[in-house]
């Protein structure tokens, strides 16, 4: 009896994730209102060639919610991201645009989110550091308007359709934190000294033998 409780318990688990899997999965990025928040991403530093440094330049981020938007009724919170541009993503499959939104990853680096205020009708801005673990690449900025189920209907996002303009690009952090440095010298002169001991010890126990 117990062993047929279990059974019956662990199909209904495995009947409520699929069901919860299906659902997700009906999600799809072609359905959502696109143009509803109009957004723009201005780097801290501009001109030809610039490239942006993960860690050290700004991005001033200003969304708001478009005249034309018609899901507007449906919108809980915004939520900010970065995302990869189209060149940035060959030959990435981890980086792969895809139109179910539980398998896109294009863009997998959080910004900001807040809740929706339908009383606020101009435009929201913030300045936003470009975090230290942002990987080397080309990027724009989307945001999302999700419902009260965390369920994205509608978007906007910095640059066009196609992901060809108002583009920008960061350059990741590299080489290894001066406390790394430090820490690895420590070590390479423990290690010397420790082996420099033992040659000692070694050599006088040697004479002992000798001397008995």
């Known amino acids: 009896m117990a062993i047929h409780k279990i059974l019956f318990a662990s199909l209904l688990i495995c009947l409520l994730i699929q069901s919860i899997h299906a659902a997700t999965k009906e999600r799809l990025f072609s359905d959502l209102e696109k143009s509803a928040l109009e957004v723009t991403a201005t780097p801290s530093r501009v001109g030809e060639g610039v490239v942006l440094a993960a860690g050290v330049d700004k991005l001033s981020i200003t969304w708001k919610v478009s005249s034309t938007a018609t899901k507007e009724p449906e919108f809980n919170a915004i939520k900010v991201k970065l995302c990869y541009a189209p060149a940035s993503q060959v030959d990435r499959p981890w980086r792969k645009t895809e139109n179910e939104l539980f398998k896109d990853k294009s863009c997998p680096h959080k910004i900001s989110s807040w809740s929706y205020d339908p009383a606020m009708k101009t435009a929201q801005s913030f300045d936003y550091t470009l975090e230290r673990d942002i990987p080397t690449g080309t990027y724009f900025v ?47 002169v423990f290690s010397v000294v420790a082996l420099l001991v033992f040659f000692v010890n070694e050599k006088r126990k040697a004479k002992i033998e000798q001397s008995k």
């Open 142 to 188: 989307r945001a999302y308007a999700v419902d009260a189920k965390d369920h994205e209907v509608a978007f906007g996002q910095s640059t066009n359709e196609d992901k060809t303009s108002n583009l920008f690009s960061v350059q990741a952090i590299s080489g290894r934190h001066k406390s790394l440095d430090i820490a690895s010298v420590c070590f390479s």
